[in-house]
């Protein structure tokens, strides 16, 4: 979680912008728009797609956001609109099993372009080609497995907590990151050796 | 437990959502199990690599621009397009779906079932009134009789063949 705000003043910040105050709507975007960015991303293999469907995961967030209960859950709520999101778009490109090559390197291409945070070419193009082989294990995955594992190892939020963004139970968000685990090491592992030969 | 179960929760520890209870057998088990141990240095190695924030992207600055534009557009749909969407929205909840298409298919075998019912009582009703019907004409025996007989011959036409013209049989005699 964004160790910006202490949960009371997430909560605070919440219920201002439950009534209304779009200062706080902002603060929230400022909070959490780069995880959720970042979990998009990984689950959708593209650039493009991740941002227009974050993009319509805060407009969503915006206009139910007096519907939410309790602020206490706001980021798991957060975390189910943009996976749902993800969902929705995979269902309506039918890719939910298939990996698309092509998506794969413009993702890795508006990678290079958009990242201008990072201060060294080398290390950026070391990352971003990291980052294509970690956006093709994760494509290989199924969603099922894919989302639990982003949450945990990406996210780093907690299994209990994942259980709430995904709507299953423990035992099951175990073992499937651990699946995913075992496949995801796989295809690093192999991208490891290879470029260790290229440099020999 | 098993070595892959040992794992399931090695992983956890790694993660830092391991049952509390289970932190020590966990330990225990990585001092004891050498092929675990392995798997505990590699995920853990790989969860350093995939926890970089090195890896991490920056949204767009363009994205909050973007967002806020759509946030003050006006509502620009109809009622009946409200309707249709709050509909597929229903349509995209995969539990809701699997209700509506079961309950559909569950209306659709009750109405034909009674639908069968409903002929099949409509058959039994023609039949009995058949039966009826039946009974009334031959067990009546003035009816039966009535219907048995040949109708009489025309009194009319039987004068007129048998009586003959008296002009002309007058004529033909002269």
Known sequence: MPSEFSPEQLKKVVKRAQSGSEQDFYELYVLFSKPVYNFVWRLIGSVEDAEDLVQETFLKVHS?????????????????????????????????????????????????????????????????????????????????????????????????????VVGRSLLSVKTDIYRARLMVKEAIAAYMKRSRVEKI | MNCEDWRIQIGAFLDGSCDPKMVKPVRTHLDTCSSCLAFYREQSDLNALLGSSALEIEPPQHLWYRIESRMHRPEEVSAVSAFVSSLFRFWNVPKLRYALISSLLLLVVSWSLLEFRANRESDRLLLAQIDAYHFEVKGNPFLSQLEKTTPPENPFLDLGASTSNPFLSKGSSQ
């Open chain 1, 64 to 164: 139910e956001l007096k519907h939410l209960r309790d602020a206490n859950q706001f980021r798991f709520w957060l975390y189910r609109i943009a996976r749902n999101e993800v969902y929705q778009k995979l269902r309506r490109t039918q890719r939910a099993t298939e990996v698309s090559i092509d998506d794969d390197e413009a993702g890795y291409y508006n990678f290079l372009r958009d990242d201008i945070r990072q201060p060294d070419p080398e290390k950026l193009a070391i990352s971003g080609e990291l980052n294509d082989v970690i956006n093709q294990a994760l494509q290989g995955l199924t969603p099922k497995y894919r989302d639990v594992f982003v949450l945990a190892v990406f996210q780093k939020m907690s299994y209990e907590d994942i259980t709430k």
